[in-house]
């Protein structure tokens, strides 16, 4: 069966400096990769999908990068977080082919100070 | 218009009763509808997808009104475990959630 993992669960980072989420996926091949925010009482804000290695698609102009190194690997990054980057970022994945059912990552929770 | 809107609640209702929650859509030319349910501090978790023709789940029944725009939830004999929010997808939306407290 497939699982998403995420880490780490929970960071606490001074506004400027770098972050880097890691997601992975086991045990499906070529999945479509989504990285979401969602603020504290707020919808999921999707910042970026990809449908391969190397293809990222940025949804909102933002502080944030997204890279995709491996087929099952999704990195969400940043060089200088700021107060507003705060919130709980959840990966997904889902079955190539267009739009389809996403099953979620346990996500992280970023406080920036 | 929001491309995705929900009432964000609470609806607070007792044990056995039945509720339901609509959410409303902007893009007409959408094709995928989807309802999760997400725990507090929690990932959202699929619920259901919903079928043109409408689909149940057990206590849990989702329709699709293409006509006026929305897709509905109802939850029957609702139990103390479904307190929760739900969240509805509209390709490639969501929205923001719909929470519900289920009284003893």
């Known amino acids: 069966s497939q699982t998403i993992h995420q880490w780490p669960a929970t960071l606490v980072q001074p506004v400027g400096s770098p972050l880097s989420l890691e997601c992975t996926v086991e045990?499906?091949?070529?999945?479509?990769l989504y990285w979401y925010r969602q603020a504290a009482g707020r919808g999921l804000q999707l910042l970026f999908y990809?449908?391969?290695?190397?293809?990222i698609s940025s949804e909102v102009p933002q502080n944030l990068s997204a890279s995709r190194p491996q087929d099952r690997q999704f990195i969400l990054s940043s060089k200088k977080l700021l107060l507003s980057d705060s919130g709980f970022y959840l990966c997904?994945?889902?079955?190539?082919?267009?739009?389809?059912?996403?099953?979620f990552g346990p996500g992280t929770r970023l406080l920036v100070l | 218009r929001k491309e995705v809107e929900q009432d964000p609640g609470p609806f607070n209702v007792p044990e056995g009763a039945t509720v339901a929650f609509n959410c409303t859509y902007s893009?007409?030319?959408?094709?995928?509808f989807f309802w999760y349910r997400q725990d507090c501090r929690k990932e959202p978790k699929l619920l259901m997808s919903?079928?043109?023709s409408g689909n149940e789940d057990g206590r849990f029944t989702a329709q699709l009104n293409r006509a006026s725009q929305y897709i509905s939830l109802l939850i029957r004999d609702s139990k103390l475990s479904d307190s929760a929010t739900y969240l509805c997808?509209?390709?490639?939306?969501f929205g923001s959630g719909t929470k519900l407290n289920v009284k003893p």
């Open positions: 997904a994945w889902g079955v190539a082919g267009g739009w389809e059912t996403q099953y």
């Open positions: 045990g499906t091949s070529n999945p479509n």
């Open positions: 990809s449908v391969g290695i190397g293809q």
């Open positions: 893009n007409s030319a959408s094709q995928s």
């Open positions: 919903v079928y043109s």
């Open positions: 997808a509209v390709k490639p939306t």
